[in-house]
């Protein structure tokens, strides 16, 4: 292997290991919000997390450049619709099913999207890691058995979920080239931050107030945590290409499962043991291209 080629492998494999480390805060995140047994109120204090941090990051970041406005206007408007179909999903269907559905779905979509409209083209061999990747993410759904008719709905909102995560994971990757990570990343989590706050008090008025005060720790320690899992992996969107990077974050599922079965004593299952390892078969192929 040449010096040159050792270098970009060296960089891919950095990229691999930080998203990685990326996908492990966002299980962290998640399994601190899976703590907040109202999902309204733990979504509401990320919120309230993201506009907080979000503004105090601007002063220092300035605007960002005028060619990256209209991205940062359109990632946070996806990223608002997202929060709220995530919850829609979670109503509808049982979580087990809608948030791997919703996950699995984003990197194939994203290898698409940024195939057609980036003109971004990948490896084979990482291109498979992407789908063997994605299909162990999808096949978590069918762990429980076969989902019924009544699952349809909740599935279907999941899978559009899943789209909007597609979408703004392409948004973002355009963006981050046109204004820098942390200017972006500030200015899109500061607008999209009050929207889950704010519908969060028009539906609870005065029971809102007093679940935020009941729950403020885990709600602020779930946004910070977040925060730099997102940061992490709009770095890794300036280094690589956007389908690898998505595949790569939601890898956070196994991450749960993982930290659920060792620190909640919550049951790992043979089917989720062998699509843990497909998972890995699909980060092993990602990371040798």
Do not use: C, K
């Not at 002063?59 to 206007?73: D, K, S």
């Not at 429980?144 to 979408?167: E, S």
């Not at 981050?176 to 704010?198: E, K, S």
């Amino acid at each position: 292997m040449t010096d040159v080629a050792a270098e970009a492998q060296q960089a891919g494999t950095l990229v691999t290991l930080a998203v990685l480390l990326a996908a492990v805060l966002h299980a962290t995140w998640n399994a601190l919000a899976h703590g907040v047994a109202d999902r309204m109120i733990g979504f509401s204090l990320i919120g309230v997390t993201y506009t907080a941090v979000g503004a105090v990051v601007v002063m220092f970041t300035g605007p960002p450049a005028p060619e990256a406005w209209p991205l940062v206007l359109a990632s946070a408007a996806v990223h608002v619709l997202y929060q709220f179909g995530l919850l829609v999903s979670y109503r509808l269907g049982e979580f087990s099913q809608v948030y791997p559905l919703a996950r699995g779905t984003s990197p194939w979509v994203v290898t698409l999207l940024s195939a057609v409209l980036l003109g971004q083209r990948i490896p084979a061999v990482q291109l498979a890691g992407v789908l063997v990747v994605s299909a162990g993410l999808l096949s978590l759904v069918f762990v429980g058995g076969m989902p019924g008719r009544t699952a349809v709905p909740g599935l279907l909102a999941a899978f559009g979920t899943g789209l909007l995560i597609a979408t703004y994971t392409v948004i973002d990757g355009v963006g981050v080239h046109r204004t820098g990570v942390l200017g972006y990343a500030a200015w899109m989590f500061l607008l999209q931050g009050p929207a889950l706050p704010l519908a969060g008090w028009a539906s609870r008025r005065r029971s809102f107030l007093s679940g935020l005060r009941r729950h403020w720790r885990g709600g602020i320690a779930g946004g910070l945590v977040s925060m730099a899992a997102y940061g992490i992996v709009l770095w890794a969107q300036t280094r690589a290409t956007l389908g690898p990077v998505a595949a790569l974050r939601e890898t956070s599922i196994v991450f749960g499962a993982l930290l659920g079965a060792i620190f909640l004593g919550e049951r790992m299952g043979r089917g989720r043991a062998v699509l843990a390892g497909v998972v890995v078969a699909g980060i092993v192929l990602i990371d040798l291209a």
